[in-house]
């Protein structure tokens, strides 16, 4: 049984710990309402208040009145205070769910207030989370044996014929050990040069740990998390899809590489939304050539047979390959007219070209296109300079992680 306080605060009968503190959005929620009024959102205002009080079907209401908001247009013309409105609401709803002893459910609403909502509460959200997951993870058996994702090595002629045409007959992308930062500045960042960077992510305790099914699970499983479904972002079929991690889990392990309903969490700002992963890994020191700044951290986990298509970033991008292996090929800039980009705006940094079946009368300037490549091995980083087009697949189940980064005016000319 539950209570609620007048600030917001809810208790669970006979439980000390039963409360979700949040107190910046107690302090700054009559600003907030009296905002969201302003911009014509009355009734959304005067759910949340009702809310905030421990009333479910105002909390779920407003949450409701929230994410139309959201949806009510493309992202970017979304008024930032929605987002932030959506964040509260979130937070009202986690708190009743907290205080019904309802803790996974408060962690996907949290989650949903990470993924959608602004920034304004993040710290709050935060906070929240790491207390319900505590509650969460003592119904978790802490005994379980390690069970590996990837348990033993490939064969890549075997793989082989999985690869796009010309694979790994080329061009390959020069491995170097230990690379210099010195080395990296002017081999490679000032000459635009793509290479794979070997023994430098060996310290990271993620190396240790993300072949582990069992420890995703106890740091992530209830979490919630946006996948991909489909072969990729420009086929017809694909879609996107919120799931919880172990969901996701569950999903990689029964994957049938034949079907075109494959699972993939793709480009998403991960380690923002779950610190405890952010702490397995350590940002480059490549990263911070230039004097620039880091501008995303992204993860990418799959089962074998994930493909992102060619298409170019950008910024600087180091992709570290944490469990798995991948096979990535490299075409530089300037031959960006002979790969046929869409017209699209939203899609003109992708390749109308599918290398895992060319078309070769709509398409003949790609199939004489010099290029590099590789086979990406566990523990080892690609640099990918800016505006480079790049085809990725995973030939195995797969983490890995991108680090994109801009670099100055200066020296990026």
């Not at 023994?199 to 979490?223: C, E, I, Q, T």
């Not at 007219?337 to 709509?362: A, F, G, R, W």
Request: aromatic content about 10%.
């Amino acid at each position: 049984m539950s209570t609620s306080s007048p600030d917001g605060k809810f208790t669970v009968a006979g439980d000390a710990d039963g409360v979700l503190e949040t107190p910046y959005l107690n302090s700054e929620l009559p600003n907030l309402l009296h905002r969201i009024a302003e911009e014509g959102g009355y009734a959304y205002a005067t759910m949340a208040s009702l809310a905030a009080t421990g009333d479910i079907r105002a909390a779920e209401a407003a949450k409701e009145m929230a994410w139309e908001q959201l949806h009510s247009g493309p992202w970017n013309s979304v008024v930032p205070i929605w987002r932030d409105a959506y964040s509260t609401s979130c937070m009202h709803l986690a708190k009743i769910h907290y205080g019904n002893c309802e803790f996974n459910q408060a962690i996907k609403v949290l989650d949903m207030g990470i993924i959608m909502g602004g920034m304004m509460f993040r710290d709050d959200l935060n906070a929240a989370i790491s207390k319900a997951m505590e509650k969460a993870r003592r119904s978790v058996d802490k005994s379980e044996s390690e069970i590996e994702f990837v348990s033993g090595d490939i064969n890549v002629a075997e793989v082989q014929h999985l690869l796009p045409r010309k694979s790994l007959s080329c061009k390959l992308v020069g491995k170097s050990s230990a690379l210099s930062l010195e080395a990296f500045l002017k081999d490679h960042y000032l000459s635009g040069s793509p290479v794979v960077i070997r023994d430098s992510m060996d310290h990271w305790p993620a190396k240790n740990k993300w072949n582990d099914m069992n420890y995703l699970r106890k740091v992530a499983g209830f979490r919630t998390i946006p996948v991909e479904v489909g072969k990729n972002y420009l086929c017809p079929e694909w879609k996107q899809e919120l799931i919880t991690f172990s969901e996701f889990i569950e999903r990689i392990r029964s994957n049938d590489t034949t079907t075109v309903e494959t699972t993939y969490l793709a480009q998403h700002q991960l380690f923002d939304q779950i610190q405890e992963l952010r702490q397995d890994i350590v940002i480059p020191d490549y990263c911070f050539t230039g004097g620039g700044e880091i501008r995303s951290l992204n993860a990418w986990f799959g089962p074998a047979g994930t493909v992102t298509p060619l298409h170019h970033d950008p910024h600087h991008n180091i992709l570290a390959q944490v469990v798995g292996k991948k096979y990535v090929r490299l075409y530089p800039a300037s031959l960006a007219d002979e790969l046929y980009p869409h017209s699209e705006t939203m899609l003109c940094n992708s390749s109308q070209v599918d290398l895992d079946n060319i078309d070769e009368k709509e398409f003949p300037k790609i199939l004489d296109l010099e290029f590099q490549d590789c086979i990406l091995e566990e523990g080892e980083m690609l640099y990918i300079p800016p505006k480079w087009w790049h085809y990725v697949r995973s030939l195995t189940t797969s983490f890995s992680v991108s680090f994109w980064w801009s670099g100055s005016e200066k020296l990026d000319g």
